[in-house]
């Protein structure tokens, strides 16, 4: 089983076929599990330029909808912006939730472009349970296993911590694996090399260009809460996809 690291959506890698674990560190992918974890029972991923109305009649009434402008702001008539340290604290049983955003969700929905098998959402606070789901998954359908890295700017620029949150799942992927199971690629050897040379989770996302953009922007809670480890053990699945890279896309809580 080989594993691949794409440190951007566009990267030139081939992933027809593989099992892919999407990340988007600050914040889209952290803010999904908050959804789930705050008890929405499916959750929809949109492009960027998702219509609020489109949004409000995907989630129905009483759901909530989710989106953020380039400053990370709320756009008009959306409910809040993707805060994981808000969505985590909301209670959402039994509701449903629309998340859209600049990077994160066009990254999951290039990787359905692209024709992956299985879609799972990572973040740091899931690193464990999703890295474990990705080894059974793709042991399983004898296929391998990329990582997409969102970036950021539009999903135009290399994201240090989507980077450091890529080399963690490696790391626990060649701890998991037995007999030798996994083979690195060198994008894989790269962003695991990169983890080994760093302190701590806080530092590296308190210290990226996104992470000081948020600071700025008075969201330091949000930037410390993406870097906390293995809180969850939610990890959202692909369930199924819309018609158009515009159409929302169906998460479900696997």
Known sequence: ????????????????????????????????????????????VGGFRSDVVQA??????????????????????????????????LDLSGRSAMLATANGTPAILAAVREGAASILLGSLRNLDAVARRALAEASSRKTDITIICSGQL??????????????MIVSQ?????KDDAVELDDSALLARGFTISQDSAVKVLLSSMTGRRFIS?????????????????????????????DHPVYLLNA
């Open 173 to 177: 992927f060649c701890d998991l694996a």
């Open 154 to 167: 539009r999903n135009s620029r290399i994201a240090i911590e989507d980077s450091y949150c890529a080399g």
């Open 1 to 44: 089983m080989k594993i691949k690291v794409a440190f951007l959506p566009a990267s030139p890698l081939a992933i027809a076929g593989d099992v892919c674990i999407v990340v988007d560190v600050i914040r889209a992918t952290t803010a999904l599990i908050g959804l789930f974890d705050a008890g929405s029972d499916r959750v929809f």
């Open 56 to 89: 409000r009649a995907a989630v129905g009434k009483n759901g909530v909808i989710c989106a953020e402008l380039d400053d990370g702001s709320t756009p008009p008539g959306f409910d809040h912006e993707p805060s994981p340290a808000l969505l985590s604290r």
């Open 217 to 245: 922007n008075c969201r330091q809670n949000d930037v410390e809460f993406c870097a906390r480890i293995n809180e969850s053990t939610i990890v959202p699945v692909l369930a199924s996809q819309g018609e158009d890279a």
